[in-house]
């Protein structure tokens, strides 16, 4: 089974869609008549510094998102379900024919509108600590008022509050474990403090009509896929309650999705690789389709989230392509991509298309060039890449140490980036055990 993902609140970028808006013109025309601006402009040249704005943000990507989709439909078959984190899960609903563009767009701007009134509040991520770990450090800074927004992955949890108290938990956070960034929003998102936006948004909405989705759309607010006689509450309710993004794609993978493509962007696919990288260590009600019921070494394919006990290396100039290590993640085999003697640009692009398909890692051949090292340890760290091989290193480099560091921890504290370095003598080992590159 294959998922379509749309992305909410914090993909929005200046330029996004620019090249899809003259491709749909009666889309734009009608946005605009709703919006009463020109949709292309904000997104595109976004001339007044708008578009991080709450009001204009969320239609923006709502409107972005439904073209992406239409143009993913020319060259992809329709996916079996879909999910949006927040927002995006308005141009999901699109996509199961829930409600046309119009509806939709008229829906989204009310949405947009109300939640962009709710000021003084804001969010804070809290990475590296699981959701269990965030509620104790909330109760360890006895400050009040402080509840969990978002759900993201195992090791990412969005908690909101009052501004200040926000700053006040950002900072008494510092010297302790995992990182509290303070997000640019106007409001304590999806916590009980959009409770009037929740009730004034559930007035709207009784006014409107939604059809029976076509296919499975997971609902943010329940964790279970949208039922059609209560599609008004569950999204007025998800106002004031947190978006439970972990448990969604969890339940997708217990109902059989092996394939996530997010659409339009790649802010959810590391999401989504920490939740199912931790659905593989804790696999309860998990698809036989997405984990081996009997592994051949347990132990192997626990530790590295993959099927089958087996690794396959590149060997140097684009041998092992995307297309190969696509193909061998499909069958539950950790490849690694080779990266030999290829340009940034041609790894990137290649990352972007692996970026979906599951387990899969990046091979990096000793060089001198140090400046384009730790450009390809940079794509690594933004494409989520888990798993590093290491051909003809004999030490630990400062780009290595950067990876392992910046590459987050699981639950249990380990690093989530991992390296398997080859070797031919024995003696290279010891550089890494020693040092922190291993830890």
């Known amino acids: 089974m294959r998922a379509f993902l749309f992305p909410g609140q914090g993909s929005q970028r200046k330029g996004m869609g620019a090249d899809l808006f003259t491709q749909y013109p009666e889309y734009v025309k009608k946005a605009d008549a709703i919006l009463g601006y020109s949709i292309e402009e904000l997104c595109v040249a976004d001339p007044e510094g708008r578009i991080n704005f709450t009001a204009y943000t969320q239609p923006a990507i709502f409107v972005v998102s439904v073209l992406n989709y239409l143009e993913a439909l020319k060259t992809d078959t329709a996916p ?9 899960e308005y141009a999901a609903l699109f996509a199961a024919g829930v409600f046309d563009f119009e509806t939709g767009l008229r829906i989204v701007q009310k949405r947009a509108e109300l939640m962009s009134k709710a000021e003084g509040g804001a969010l804070a991520a809290v990475v590296g600590l699981s959701q269990d770990e965030v509620k104790a450090r909330i109760a360890a800074s006895q400050l009040a008022g402080i509840e969990i927004a978002n759900i993201n992955s195992p090791t990412q949890i969005v908690v909101g509050s009052k501004a200040e108290t926000i700053q006040q938990f950002a900072k008494w956070s510092e010297g302790q474990p995992g990182r509290v960034i303070t997000l640019r929003v106007s409001g ?8 009037e936006a929740q009730l004034a948004f559930r007035g709207f909405l009784d ?16 964790a279970q896929a949208h039922r059609h006689d209560e ?24 109902a059989g999705v092996e394939t996530f493509t997010e659409i339009g962007s790649k802010i959810l696919t590391p999401m989504v690789n920490d939740i199912r990288e931790h ?16 592994p051949q070494s347990s132990a192997f394919c626990t530790y ?26 499909g069958e539950g085999v950790l490849s690694f991509l080779d990266t030999y003697g290829q340009s940034l ?3 990137e692009n290649a990352l972007q298309g692996l970026s979906a398909v599951g387990r899969y890692g990046v091979s990096l051949t000793y060089s001198r060039d140090t400046d384009f090292e730790e450009a390809l340890i940079t794509l690594c760290l933004q494409y989520a890449v888990r ?43 010891t550089p890494f055990l020693e040092s922190s590159v291993n830890g």
Request: hydrophobic letters at 45%.
């Open 304 to 329: 590295f989230g993959v099927k089958t006990p087996m690794v396959v290396g590149a060997t140097g100039y684009g041998a092992a392509g995307a297309e190969l290590v696509s193909a061998l993640a």
């Open 279 to 294: 659905a593989v260590k804790h696999p309860v009600g998990i698809s036989p389709a997405t984990i081996s019921d009997k």
């Open 80 to 88: 079996d379900m879909t999910a949006g984190h927040s927002i995006g």
């Open 231 to 254: 599609m008004a509450v569950s999204l007025a309710s998800h106002l004031a309650n947190p978006v439970r993004w972990t448990e969604c794609i969890e339940n997708m993978l217990k």
């Open 345 to 347: 640009i041609a790894i």
């Open 387 to 429: 798993f590093i091989e290491l051909r003809g290193y004999h030490e630990p480099t400062a780009a290595l140490l950067r990876y392992r560091t910046e590459g987050g921890v699981d639950a249990d504290g380990r690093p989530l980036a991992r390296i398997m370095l080859r070797v031919s003598e024995p003696d290279t080992v």
């Open 188 to 195: 304590a998102f999806h916590t009980s403090y959009m409770r």
């Open 207 to 222: 006014n409107i009509v939604f059809s029976a989705p076509t296919l499975p759309v997971m609902s943010n607010y329940t």
